[in-house]
């Protein structure tokens, strides 16, 4: 069987094509929300796309992921260093990729907590985050939503067709918007730490739609077992309630913000 680490490698070229890009006012937001803009840690930074989004905002931005596949695809930026770093790095690996205790102003996670050993990396955060003022920050994206046609049929692939193949352990946090995520951190200021509930668009093709299926962790398992879950049958349901298939149309992201700091 796959494993969780090897679930997004194959797919990387997909994947990065098929992520949203994330609002320029949440990343703005959280650089905000630090009193220092030195130094940025985007973990499990997949294709970069949240990295590439906080060197407008920092000096200097460390991106890691545990994939050298996801990584030769990601956006490059002169502020940005790339690495790979496994997912729980020893003291030595961490203080010699991301940095020494107390020298980050803010870690991000997108789309990735739920794979996370929370503890262990929670300890991770807390050693790195600067102390007062640092800032953790980590969101998960539902299910792209179209129109009723489209989205009815997207809900059965979620639930029905592809079902079977995801974790269920970590669709269950996603589903919940990370609500019953442990997150052992302050609030940063009176909003709490949420989850704080932000829609995010995208214009998209029929293709970029399909792409975005493609990419997701269950259809791999379900490859990886000689199961192609996008059949024609499905596609052509699919292209029927899209419409003509090189029309684009504005697809929603719902997207679940946590954020916290840690007291000196």
């Known amino acids: 069987m796959t494993s969780r680490t090897e679930l997004f490698v194959k797919q990387a070229a ?4 098929a992520r949203p890009v ?11 929300a630090t009193k220092q803009q030195d130094l940025a840690w985007d973990c499990a930074t997949g294709n970069g796309q949240a990295a ?7 000096k200097s931005v460390v ?12 956006t490059l930026r002169p502020n940005v260093r790339y690495a790979r770093m496994s997912a729980t790095p020893t003291l030595e690996e961490l203080q010699r990729i991301v940095g020494p205790e107390g ?9 990735a907590l739920h794979w996370f050993d929370l503890e262990k990396f929670y300890a ?34 979620y639930l029905v067709i592809s ?39 995208k214009e998209w093709s029929f293709e970029d739609y399909m792409t975005f299926w493609r990419s997701c962790s269950a259809v791999q398992t379900a490859f990886d077992q000689g199961i192609d879950l996008l059949t024609d049958e499905v596609k052509d349901e699919f292209a029927e309630a899209w419409g003509p298939t090189d029309q684009m149309r504005t697809v929603t992201f719902p997207l679940a913000l946590l954020i916290g700091t840690i007291k000196s």
């Open 103 to 111: 020298s980050v102003d803010l870690v991000t996670v997108a789309q």
């Open 14 to 17: 997909a994947y990065a094509k």
């Open 22 to 32: 994330y609002p320029g006012s949440l990343l703005k937001m959280l650089a905000a």
């Open 63 to 74: 991106a890691t992921d545990i994939s050298d596949e996801q990584l030769a695809h990601a």
């Open 163 to 201: 079902g079977p193949y995801w974790d269920k352990e970590v669709t269950a946090i996603i589903d919940a918007e990370y609500e019953t995520i442990p997150f052992p951190f302050e609030p940063v200021d009176e909003r709490g730490i949420g989850p704080h509930k932000i829609s995010m668009t």
């Open 52 to 58: 590439s989004m906080l060197s407008e905002h920092f």
């Open 124 to 157: 991770v955060v807390k050693y790195v985050l600067r102390k007062p003022g640092g800032v953790f920050a980590a969101w998960c994206c539902g299910i792209p939503q179209v129109s009723p046609e489209v989205d009815m049929l997207g809900d059965r692939f």
